[in-house]
Structure formats: C-alpha cells, structure tokens
C-alpha cells in the first residue's frame, strides 16, 4: 500500500477524516487484487469409438478419469510422483480445474492423462499426455529497516496527492522494519510502527517516518 493510501486509512482510524469522503476512500483501497490459487485447466475431447470400431454414443460415457501421472522439478531430469491423485469428472463435461498441488519453489512440470469409462465398466487405455509447466516462484524482497534512529511525522499535500515528511518527533530504533510499498517520494523514508517510536513531543500526524535501507 503506498504511504498516500496508508496516510488516509490511518486518518480513518484516527475518525480526522470528513465522513462524506469516508465512502470513497473505501471504494478505493478496497480494489486490491487477490492472488488465487495455482490450478490446471485441462480441456478433453470423448472419443466417438470404442477400439473395434464401433460407434461410442457420448450416452456410454459415464466419467472421465483424470490423473496427475508425474511432476519433473525445474533442473531436474527425474520424474517424481505427482501429489495431486486421481479425479474423476462426471459425463458429459470435458473440463477440469485440476489442483496441482504444492508447487516448490522452483517449480516444474505436471504431466496429466486421462482416460474414458463407459457403462459396462470398461476404461480406455490412456490419453496422450498433457503437461503444464510452472515457473520458479519469485523470493519475497529484501526487508528494509531503520538505519536512523530519527522519526519524523509527516502531513498530506492535498492538491499533489502526495506525503511529506515534516519535524523530528523522537527515536526509533535502528534496525525496526520499515513499510517497503509506503516511501516518502523522492526520499529513503519510509513509514514505520508508530509503537516502536519513543516521542519527545505530541503529534497528530497518522504516518511517522524513519530514514531506511
């Protein structure tokens, strides 16, 4: 959350914002977008045979058996078994979300199959093989903190949508970890707990700031 957004929750919080704004503000912090969950979305065609050729109505198809067959990490030429099993998709539907399972953070190749099952019980040999390769996961940034024990409060400059920082307002510790989304533009401060800070006078500021890296 940048340190604007911060600066006006914190306002909220504090009830020193206008009430008709209250509304908007919402609106806005609350467009963030969520993450979901890494999933597979296999796709199929039923067969219209059975092996001695004789017509297979899409009626004889009962389900459609799906299977995570192996997962091959990224670097690696070993195949692993796949932890995500075995689903079973009722007939007639030729899609599936498939969960992958937990993906290391390396990432890798699934490889799925699929096969038909028909009225009398009988099922097909399977598919052709379908895989779906995930990329490495990124790691989490480097954590930032204090390097300064200063804390400075700070004000909102409406008309340029922007916070900056003002007076010392006391000490925080050097090494307290510092808000990385929430910098004062154009500086290397950054907003900090307000609890870690030991005040030398009062302040109605709702974001203080410390000197980071």
Not at 61 to 71: D, G, Y
Not at 77 to 98: D, H, L, R
Not at 177 to 182: E, G, M, Q, R, T
Request: hydrophobic content about 40%; some cysteine; glycine content about 8%.
């Amino acid at each position: 959350m940048s340190i604007e957004l911060l600066y006006i929750r914190e306002l909220i919080k504090m009830n020193k914002f206008k009430a008709f704004c209250i509304g908007l503000i919402l609106i806005g912090l609350g467009a963030a977008a969520v993450a979901s969950a890494e999933t597979v979305e296999l796709r199929w065609e039923h067969p219209t045979s059975y092996v001695n050729g004789a017509a297979l109505p899409l009626a004889d198809i009962v389900s459609t058996e799906l299977e995570c067959v192996s997962f091959k990490p990224n670097g690696s030429s070993e195949k692993q078994p796949c932890q995500a099993g075995t689903k079973i998709v009722p007939a007639p539907a030729n899609t599936y979300s498939f969960d992958g399972g937990v993906v290391p953070p390396q990432g890798g190749e699934f490889e799925f199959v699929a096969r038909t099952v028909v009225v009398s019980g009988a099922k097909s040999d399977n598919s052709n093989p379908a895989q779906k390769l995930f990329a490495a996961v990124k790691p989490s940034p480097p954590l930032l903190s204090v390097v300064e024990p200063i804390a400075y409060e700070t004000s909102f400059k409406l008309l340029k949508f922007r916070v900056v920082a003002r007076e010392p307002v006391g000490t925080v510790p050097v090494g307290t970890p510092c808000d990385p989304d929430a910098r004062v533009k154009g500086t290397d401060l950054y907003a900090i707990p307000r609890e870690a800070v030991t005040f030398t006078r009062e302040t109605d500021s709702p974001v203080i700031v410390a000197r980071c890296g």
